[in-house]
């Protein structure tokens, strides 16, 4: 059985920063691309970043580029979301995701993605 469990998530003023945790089970965590979405009220769901397989290729979405980080720690089947400068329009459920194929590289789209974690809120305040 497939789990993805986030923690990290809280309430932060803008300009601070928070990095959030994915433990994933039930796979062969060192053969999968990974991601990060996320859904603000109102909002749909959209893509934030992601890590391919190897941990060799990142993308980030526009709005995020060069403040968040993403990686991984295959010995811990670990990925993170280093998020920094946060803004308050980064207010939202956090996910990240795994695809059901292995050996991906970065894959930008909720449709690549198989499984998802139960999401951890982030709150920016101004």
């Known amino acids: 059985q497939v789990q993805l469990v986030e923690s990290g998530g809280g309430l932060v003023q803008a300009g601070g920063s928070l990095r959030l945790s994915c433990v994933v089970s039930g796979r062969t965590f060192r053969v999968y691309g990974m991601g990060w979405f996320r859904q603000a009220p109102g909002k749909e769901r959209e893509f934030v970043a992601a890590i391919s397989w190897s941990g060799g290729n990142t993308d980030y979405a526009d709005s995020v580029k060069g403040r968040f980080t993403i990686s991984r720690d295959n010995a811990k089947n670990t990925v993170y979301l280093q998020m920094n400068s946060l803004k308050p329009e980064d207010t939202a459920v956090y996910y990240c995701?795994?695809?059901?194929?292995?050996?991906?590289?970065?894959?930008?789209?909720?449709?690549?993605?198989?499984?998802w974690g139960q999401g951890t809120q982030v709150t920016v305040s101004s």
């Open positions: 995701a795994l695809p059901a194929r292995a050996y991906t590289n970065v894959l930008v789209n909720n449709g690549d993605y198989d499984y």
